[in-house]
């Protein structure tokens, strides 16, 4: 009986050690037809890990795996929904609420994206996650004639920012909630904080462009009527901007040329949007992954940039290193 029970243990241990055998050589597989851009065998590939995995950290990644590379929009709801569902204590829930609001967003599915974005909202307070879904929800409500929301949310996200580019961001924001409420002395003053916290920035130009519709007297301000359509390119902007964040295809070519900052390099993904996640919670911005396959292997390299100038770069560094964070400079594209 005992040399039953010892037999029938070692042939589930073995069974279960190939198993993972077998699951982490998928898991190269898939890896090396992500960077080679074979979708749709990486997908394949992923969905035999699904069936054989039994590890928990793995299973909740691979879903996020498969909504990302799926190419129907509603298959790709369907996966977000289900890891929400299943998996509501995950570092990555808030990477999840992100992404799920970025495929309504790009669906032009504004009702929906800015839902997403709001519960997002109320579960990413002391993250870059918390700015970012108060940026977009602001937008959102600008577009869908909703000021009140607009300004409740955009006058809380102000105490929380920490950079000029998002302050600028804010202040049209609710220069344009203010527009639309036909309280011009508030959209003035709003707007010309935007332009003279970030000049060069787009939202510091369109916000230039709104206070040319105003026309100015000695004793008061008289509002142009605002076309709705001006916004198109604000929600454009913001879309550019959710395409680069995601990086969905693994195509390096969606980075710039340019010069960025490598924090770290791993042979598994997930290991780094780990660390983009733990950098976030310190609210360092402008992160990015970027596949790379070099002579030792395939990694994904956690990168911050573009820098316009090495001055930018410099005071980059030297924020790294208040968080003992050591970072070296490369160039998008490198050379082999």
């Avoid at 995950?90 to 790009?106: C, D, N, P, R, T």
């Avoid at 009702?111 to 002391?126: F, R």
């Avoid at 508030?186 to 916000?207: L, R, W």
Wanted: net charge negative.
């Amino acid at each position: 009986m005992r040399r039953f029970l010892f037999c029938g243990f070692f042939l589930l241990l073995c069974v279960f050690m190939y198993s993972e055998e077998k699951v982490s050589e998928l898991l190269k597989k898939a890896g090396k037809y992500e960077a080679q851009n074979q979708l749709n065998e990486a997908l394949s590939v992923y969905n035999q890990v699904q069936k054989l995995n039994t590890d928990a950290q793995i299973a909740e990644w691979i879903i996020l795996k498969l909504a990302r590379l799926t190419p129907d929009a509603e298959q790709k709801l369907a996966l977000y929904n289900k890891f929400i569902a299943e998996y509501s204590t995950s570092k990555f829930i808030k990477l999840a609420y992100y992404e799920m609001g970025a495929v309504y967003f790009l669906q032009k599915n504004y009702a929906k994206a800015l839902e997403v974005y709001g519960n997002l909202l109320e579960i990413s307070y002391g993250t870059s996650y918390f700015t970012i879904a108060g940026l977009y929800c602001g937008a959102l409500y600008v577009d869908l004639n909703e000021p009140d929301k607009a300004i409740d949310v955009l006058h809380i996200l102000l105490e929380e920012i920490t950079t000029d580019e998002e302050a600028c961001k804010c202040y049209f924001l609710l220069g344009k909630a203010y527009l639309m409420k036909n309280q011009s002395e508030n959209a003035v003053h709003n707007f010309s904080v935007c332009i003279g916290t970030f000049p060069q920035a787009f939202y510091a130009k369109k916000a230039a462009e709104e206070l040319k519709k105003m026309n100015q007297s000695e004793t008061e301000l008289k509002m142009v009527s605002v076309d709705k359509n001006s916004d198109e390119s604000l929600l454009n902007a913001i879309e550019s901007d959710i395409k680069l964040s995601l990086n969905i295809s693994k195509d390096s070519e969606l980075l710039p040329n340019g010069l960025y900052l490598q924090l770290g390099s791993y042979s598994e993904e997930k290991n780094a949007l780990l660390q983009i996640e733990q950098l976030r919670v310190n609210k360092l911005n402008k992160l990015h992954i970027y596949p790379r396959k070099t002579s030792a292997g395939f990694f994904h390299k956690v990168v911050m940039g573009p820098f316009s100038d090495k001055n930018e770069m410099n005071d980059a560094i030297i924020t790294l290193k208040d968080y003992n964070i050591d970072a070296f400079l490369i160039e998008i594209p490198e050379e082999d």
